[in-house]
């Protein structure tokens, strides 16, 4: 193993969370957030912040820490939340936190007299004296508070999410049909959120290695697809598994907790050897991502 390769890949790997990251914080934040009261919020003001709606957030509980694809979704009860009927008979929908990490977010519980830290975007004080902090040094992130379920128009990717990949809505015959009609690049489709939601760049890497599909194929049939489908399962099972063993701590809950090169085929190893064909593995850019695959068991 040539090292400059490895420091290059730690370096990428370390800054993006997909989903199983996603996961481990959601797994870890839950027992800490749910039923606390958010007693006050404080915001950046900055004008590139994707931040909205979070005035409505003081006096509200979380009721719990929920997941899709790459959002964390934490439903809020008001002070005068009844069950769920509002006034005029009518379902009331209450109000839902939206966070997304971001390439850059990280979510950490401190004690609320810590000072605001320097990349610190969002602050929840909450009823137990501690404060969700959200920090994101390049603001890729978003922090909003919406009516639950209404993601438009502040959230237009959270309306538009497909399947949760590891639950039974990610349909492999369905999937396969979707993957026929188009004739994009197989790799922008899995980023797109559209097809299946929470995959990003390592993982749409990692799986089209697995079911041996290259990057950039414009024709994936049923059978390939089928395979695909049981690739992004696999991978993002093992990565969510993964993360669980390897908890760390809040201050890590960025995406760099639980993942290592070592434990990826084919993302972050550009001309190292396939571990299946021991071809050397080539990195091209696709779709605007560094993309990694193995020219010879890969097909188009
Ligand atoms: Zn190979």
Redesign the pocket.
């Known amino acids: 193993m040539r090292p400059a390769v490895d420091q290059v890949a730690l370096a990428t790997l370390r800054t993006v969370p997909e989903l199983p990251e996603v996961e481990s914080v959601r797994r870890q934040l839950a027992p800490e957030l749910t039923g606390r009261r958010v007693v006050e919020v404080w915001w950046d003001p900055h004008p590139h912040a994707r931040i909205s709606g979070l005035e409505q957030a003081a006096g509200q509980v979380i009721r719990s820490v929920g997941r899709r694809g790459k959002f964390l979704l934490c439903p809020l009860d008001g002070p005068g939340f009844a069950g769920g009927i509002g006034a005029s008979g009518a379902r009331d929908a209450g109000l839902e936190l939206v966070l997304h990490l971001g390439m850059t977010g990280a979510l950490r519980l401190v004690d609320a007299t810590e000072p605001t830290g320097a990349h610190e975007r969002v602050g929840f004080d909450l009823d137990d004296g501690r404060r969700l902090a959200f920090n994101d040094p390049r603001r890729f992130g978003r922090a909003s508070v919406v009516v639950a379920g209404r993601y438009l128009p502040d959230i237009p990717t959270l309306a538009v999410l497909g399947p949760e990949p590891l639950s039974p809505d990610f349909d492999p015959e369905r999937f396969a049909a979707q993957l026929a009609r188009t004739r994009a690049p197989v790799k922008a489709r899995l980023l797109d959120q559209r097809l299946v939601a929470g995959v990003g760049n390592i993982y749409a890497d990692e799986s089209l290695w697995r079911a041996r599909i290259h990057p950039a194929s414009r024709r994936v049939g049923r059978s390939r697809a089928l395979a695909l489908h049981a690739a992004v399962r696999d991978v993002l099972a093992a990565a969510v598994e993964r993360e669980g063993t390897t908890f760390r701590d809040y201050q890590l809950v960025n995406g760099a907790s639980g993942r290592y090169l070592s434990e990826l085929d084919v993302y972050g190893r550009g001309g190292l050897e396939?571990r299946?064909?021991t071809?050397t593995l080539r990195r091209i850019v696709l779709a605007q991502r560094g993309t990694t695959y193995?020219p010879?068991?890969q097909r188009i």
């Open positions: 396939c299946r064909c071809a193995c010879s068991c």
